[in-house]
């Protein structure tokens, strides 16, 4: 008996030791301080053109460059070209010089008719937007005419007391041209839109001494050296690789505008949530130590509730600990979404809730407060195929999605193990819907069920920057990469303008600033978990070669993108990345890389209000208890505190079981430490006589009902 006990522990300490490091990647803010690498040799923008990306320098030395304030976005200031390719660098500070040449018809170009409609050109005057601040523009202060930048229509605009943008021509060869501000455009309040400054004349750009100034007299104008940024930081899709593998090109169709009934960011219910819920779960909201050390109760009172009904959590309570820490951790760092504001977390709050069903049965979560947006710029004008949001018209005569706003998430994740499914249609979807489905009830096709399209219609799970994830495919059923509709970061905003990842980045170019990043891996021994799917299934980042010797990397993964390394850990999902073909002309091969598949491999059928991963759920009374509030016979303290008690314990012979509030039957198991299962009694007395010195389980089953006691035998 001893011996087995010895090899018992022994398998135990295994599991538990040879289990990988749970980390998660280092959000973008922090990113901004790490040193960036490069021996850039400025090269001239081979032409002006739309929606390039450039760093200006002066045409004389090209040793100047033109950047924002490391602290103040509206300030502009020339500094030195080391802070891009010296010692020095970081992704700060290159990112800081790179600007966006903006038309100023990019948003309007559309030809609604498909050939016979109203067309704008574009107009060769532009914006200057910071690559970080899409949302700003090159401007002037009124008094001084010194370079800066301003709000050039957020929903903040109205609060800003400089506003606008200028409207710059380019005069000259992109290796010495003239910067000359055409147009000044500006917030008016009584219009509550931007209009042009009719006073403005046209200035020059001039360096004089150390700053940027605007002057009117075209002898001091300097000349500037326009350089091609994407030799410093890779951001642009090219044709024929895996983020456009059919050559789709850019469609110049009207942006969607934004709807007219957002609100500020701060009126985001998701910083309301304390009045929502229960107190009992309000010390583990917010980001602090406390925050922290609720939360890890919290975990451990659903472990007792778990155990007490036969079930467990899916992973080890470290893990959720180290997801929470690292989803906590996203701050806010672009101008890049329309009502976000810097400085933010992208998820608010996580709090472990312990609610139960009418039945008894616990059903924990980890609920996610998110406003869904990720930390870092997100260059949603480079789409070349976004989404249409004209509903019911042809893509041609569409307003497309190249906006985004905030979301208001309150996503779920299971924290009980339910299981695993054993086949694809194992997973009930008929309540929510799929892909397939959803495909042939518009083109009347019966598609096959695959891994791919037997997929939720919306999001299918969250990335630890609060940024939903959805399937591989889009509704009709493509690698969204096929039709060209992600960014460079394997995001989009579809017809609701919010922001959600279809592909994992990581692989696109190595530019350092994705989700996830290699230099993530460094001194780990597994990829860092990346996100969670709403089926509770973590999602890790992808194995790379280069790391070969890290923890699964051996072990394939199945058609679900995930598997299981035997260390007791068990099943989760990797990004990775699978050979494809166009389905569509010209039909090119392509990499595709996942982040999740789309079908889940976690068994859902059991899970409530599963799906449902918004605020709304707190006014929805038959779910909203799994998102922490009240409901009748709520009490988290007396569902995982015992109805039972025993006495005398510790005992030397009897030992006597009541129970409050219970008439019914009860069935009664005692088991050794070992798990032998010594006696069965349907008795309340239970002698103990016969065994020896030493620690018992009781297990108690009682109407739905599983509780263990521990026993001492004296
Ligand atoms: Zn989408
Ligand atoms: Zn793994």
């Given at each position: 008996m001893k011996k087995i006990f010895l090899i018992f522990l022994v398998f135990i300490s295994c599991n538990i030791f040879s289990q990988f490091d749970f980390y998660g990647p280092e959000p973008f803010n922090d990113i901004f301080n790490d040193s960036f690498s490069s021996s850039w040799t400025p090269s001239s923008l081979t032409s002006i053109e739309n929606r390039k990306y450039i760093v200006i320098l002066d045409a004389v030395s090209q040793s100047n460059i033109v950047s924002l304030n490391t602290t103040n976005k509206e300030l502009v200031e020339l500094i030195t070209i080391s802070n891009i390719n010296g010692n020095t660098a970081t992704y700060g500070s290159v990112l800081r010089s790179v600007f966006q040449i903006v038309d100023e018809n990019t948003h309007f170009e559309n030809d609604p008719g498909g050939g016979s409609g109203t067309y704008t050109p574009l107009s060769g005057n532009y914006k200057l937007n910071p690559v970080l601040h899409s949302y700003y523009s090159i401007n002037s202060y009124p008094l001084t005419n010194a370079l800066n930048t301003t709000d050039n229509g957020s929903y903040y605009v109205s609060q800003q007391t400089n506003t606008g943008y200028l409207l710059v021509e380019f005069v000259g060869l992109s290796a010495s041209t003239q910067i000359k501000a055409v147009e000044q455009w500006e917030y008016s309040s009584s219009l509550d839109t931007l209009v042009e400054n009719t006073s403005w004349v046209s200035k020059f750009l001039t360096i004089n001494g150390t700053s940027l100034e605007w002057t009117s007299n075209v002898s001091n104008a300097t000349n500037f050296f326009i350089a091609d940024a994407s030799d410093v930081i890779d951001l642009e899709i090219q044709n024929g690789t895996d983020f456009n593998p059919n050559n789709v090109t850019y469609k110049s169709n009207a942006t969607a505008s934004i709807p007219s009934n957002i609100s500020a960011?701060?009126?985001?219910?998701i910083f309301n949530i304390s009045n929502n819920i229960d107190p009992y779960y309000v010390d583990q909201l917010g980001n602090s130590t406390s925050a922290t050390t609720a939360a890890s109760s919290a975990l451990d009172e659903i472990e007792i509730t778990l155990s007490d009904n036969g079930s467990s959590l899916r992973y080890p309570k470290a893990f959720y600990l180290a997801l929470r820490e690292n989803m906590l951790s996203h701050e806010i760092s672009s101008s890049d979404i329309y009502n976000a504001e810097l400085g933010n977390r992208t998820i608010e709050d996580i709090y472990f809730t312990n609610a139960s069903d009418d039945n008894g049965v616990p059903h924990p979560f980890m609920v996610i407060g998110s406003?869904?947006?990720?930390?870092?710029?997100?260059?949603?004008?480079?789409?070349n195929r976004p989404p249409g949001a004209t509903p019911g018209v042809g893509y041609a005569q569409s307003e497309v999605t190249r906006h985004g706003k905030l979301g208001q998430f309150l996503a779920k994740i299971p924290l009980k193990d339910y299981g695993l499914v054993s086949t694809l249609l194992d997973n009930d979807l008929s309540p929510f819907g799929d892909l397939a489905s959803a495909y042939d009830a518009i083109h009347g096709s019966s598609t096959v069920k695959d891994e791919f399209n037997y997929a939720g219609t919306a999001s299918i799970g969250m990335a630890v920057d609060g940024v939903t994830i959805y399937p591989s495919y889009n509704n009709n059923l493509r690698h969204t990469v096929e039709d060209a509709e992600i960014t460079s970061s394997g995001i989009h905003v579809g017809g609701g303008l919010e922001l959600h990842y279809h592909a994992d980045a990581h692989a696109f170019n190595g530019n350092g600033i994705n989700l996830y990043n290699i230099s993530d891996y460094n001194s780990n021994d597994h990829p860092p978990v990346i996100g969670i799917s709403y089926d509770g299934i973590a999602l890790f980042g992808k194995h790379e070669n280069s790391f070969s010797?890290?923890?699964?990397?051996?072990v394939s993964l199945d058609e679900y993108g995930g598997h299981d390394h035997?260390?007791?850990f068990g099943y989760h999902y990797h990004a990775h990345t699978q050979s494809a073909i166009g389905i569509t002309p010209p039909n090119n091969p392509f990499n595709q890389h996942i982040l999740l598949v789309g079908a889940w491999k976690g068994n859902i059928n059991d899970i409530p209000g599963f799906l449902e991963v918004k605020t709304s759920q707190l006014n929805n009374n038959t779910i909203n208890r799994y998102v922490g509030v009240s409901y009748l016979g709520m009490g988290m303290k007396s569902e995982t505190n015992s109805k039972i008690s025993i006495h005398p314990n510790p005992t030397n012979k009897n030992i006597t079981i009541s129970l409050n509030n219970f008439s019914g039957n009860i069935k009664t198991e005692v088991y050794d430490l070992i798990g032998n299962k010594l006696k069965i009694s349907n008795e309340t007395t239970i002698s103990l006589r016969d065994y020896a010195r030493g620690i018992y389980i009781l297990k108690v089953i009682y109407g739905e009902r599983v509780e263990e006691v521990k026993v001492f035998k004296q």
């Open positions: 960011m701060s009126n985001s219910p406003h869904c947006l990720a930390a870092r710029p997100n260059l949603l004008l480079d789409v010797s890290m923890a699964g990397s051996q035997g260390d007791g």
